[in-house]
């Protein structure tokens, strides 16, 4: 079934409901850009018609839009590139609109949508909010920022632009909506039923119109019992929900199994990530890792809100979005497995996103979104071995922090031996780098692997090596005084740490 929200998205402004003041401010501001030029930030709650509002009033003004996600594209030089363009030159279809623009040239307009102008900052971003702010003062072009926080926005910004407030749309205002729903589906409803809906979802218009079709799934008419019966229903337990969303049933089904499953979103999508990749393939994988990174966006939104509203989003994402990567139905038996709680996973995953940010110069947002999933997929508990070594070695990974990429156990001699193997790595390109002036690094690689035996002073990582990694570490043998930190001490006070020198030459 086609999604209602989409179905049933405005296309003029006068159909975005239960915010007249906000609309009529926006319609103003577009009717006389030509005169004041200024970027408008549109903000409120999730789900209260602001980006449609945005994309309704392109249309009423017959502008094209290009839409970008700030959050997305933090940096500088990347909103630059995008925005800056679009919004100076050219329209997307190719009319030069710079300097015409100015003129009266409306219809050749391009609105620019910036999505989550709330989210531009962060260690790694600190040019997405001044890049943001210059283009907006020197736009040729409309600008609409869209954020849910009017005060995460950096003042400066918000000082540059002119704000419309969305307040949450009214139960009253939502029933309307709900109401012709139903009849354009050719549903019959109980008005006290589309009430309900209305009043749980505070606010949330979006929300309510996804709870409205999960209520009419399979049926030709809704009434109270319906709504109230969906709210009970409870207590699947995880494995059936697992079935459900990686293999059986579809995206709906699936979401609403997620509302039976008396878990936290948190943890359900934990139990979804961590096996997922025993059922996908690789290409319904890729897809899955998307919306995976999505509700991981959604889950950091709530612990650092503790906005709680916004679980709904990461559970459509985890649920509904896993299902909908799927191509079919899977049958067969799997042995799904616990995820792995770590205590500190939420620091784990910010140190090694901030890592992979600062190494590969990419946005914290980029490397949670699109380079950790690959890096998971491709190291998947530790597998291939070598890749997993060369990962640990470029971000500098510590045992946490492999085990959180590749979903395998911290304490295991696996992970252990993988970041020894990681810091000799790293020990040999700096010294490489350093032109052999480290040659206790040289010294260390000539027996990468097996270092457990060796230090049985730096027993705490390494325990006692007495060899119960031998999966792991076969062939290499021991090598006296490597990989542990108290190595360097060692090699330091050693002549024939010189010995090293002869792998660089
Ligand atoms: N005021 C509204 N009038 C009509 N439909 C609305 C309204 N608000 C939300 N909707 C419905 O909800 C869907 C999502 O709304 P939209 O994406 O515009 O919300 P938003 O405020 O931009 O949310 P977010 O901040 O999460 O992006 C729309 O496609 C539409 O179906």
């Known amino acids: 079934m086609a999604d209602w929200t989409e179905r049933y998205r405005p296309s003029t402004l006068s159909e975005v409901r239960g915010n007249d003041k906000a609309r009529d401010a926006f319609a103003d ?51 630059e590139r995008f925005a800056g363009r679009a919004a100076r030159n050219a329209t997307l279809g190719g009319s030069a609109a710079g300097g015409g ?33 210059k283009l907006v003062k020197e736009s040729g072009q409309p600008i609409v920022l869209i954020a849910n926080e009017f005060y995460d926005i950096s003042r400066g910004l918000r000082n540059a632009c002119r704000d419309v407030e969305f307040r949450d749309v009214s139960a009253r205002s939502i029933v309307p909506v709900l109401r012709d729903i139903c009849r354009k589906e050719g549903i019959e409803f109980e008005s006290d039923a589309l009430q309900r809906i209305a009043e749980r979802n505070r606010g949330d218009l979006r929300g309510a119109i996804n709870d409205l079709q999960a209520a009419c799934e399979g049926r030709s008419s809704i009434a109270v019992e319906d709504v109230v019966t969906a709210d009970r229903d409870k207590a699947m337990g995880i494995f059936p929900f697992l079935d459900a969303v990686l293999k059986e049933e579809s995206a709906e089904e699936s979401l609403r199994s997620a509302y039976a499953v008396d878990e936290t979103p948190d943890d359900l999508t934990k139990w979804i990530e961590d096996n997922m990749l025993s059922v996908y393939d690789p290409a319904e994988a890729t897809r899955a890792y998307d919306f995976l990174a999505n509700a991981d966006v959604w889950l950091g939104r709530v612990r650092a809100s503790q906005n709680y509203t916004y679980w709904r989003y990461a559970t459509d994402n985890a649920a509904a979005g896993v299902a909908a990567a799927r191509d079919g139905t899977k049958g067969g038996w799997t042995r799904y497995g616990r995820p792995q709680f770590w205590p500190s996973s939420d620091s784990t995953a910010d140190e090694v996103v901030g890592r992979i940010a600062e190494t590969s110069g990419c946005s914290v947002a980029t490397a949670r979104r699109e380079v950790l999933p690959f890096l998971s997929a491709v190291t998947h508990h530790c597998k291939p071995r070598d890749l997993t070594v060369a990962m640990a070695a470029a971000y500098d990974l510590d045992e946490a922090g492999v085990a959180f990429v590749t979903g395998s156990g911290e304490s295991t001699n696996k992970v252990e031996s993988i970041v020894e193997d990681a810091r000799a790595r790293r020990e040999e390109r700096m010294a490489d780098n350093a032109d052999g002036a480290f040659a206790g690094g040289a010294a260390r690689e000539s027996a990468p692997a097996e270092t457990s035996e060796a230090t049985g002073d730096g027993g705490d990582r390494e325990g006692d090596g007495t060899g119960s990694d031998a999966d792991e570490r076969s062939d290499d043998a021991e090598s006296p005084g490597t990989g542990s930190a108290d190595a360097e001490d060692d090699d330091a006070g050693s002549d024939d740490g010189q010995s090293g020198l002869s792998d660089f030459v």
């Open 29 to 79: 501001w577009a009717r006389s850009w030509d005169d004041h030029r200024e970027a408008v930030i549109l903000h409120g709650s999730p789900g209260v018609g602001k980006t449609s509002a945005a994309h309704a009033l392109a249309n009423d003004m017959g502008w094209e839009t290009v839409e970008l996600n700030a959050s997305d594209q933090r940096t500088a030089d990347v909103i």
């Open 101 to 133: 623009a100015s003129g009266g040239d409306t219809a050749s307009r391009q609105l620019v949508i910036l999505d989550e102008a709330d989210n531009i900052h962060g260690n790694y971003d600190r040019g997405g909010a001044s890049a943001i702010t």
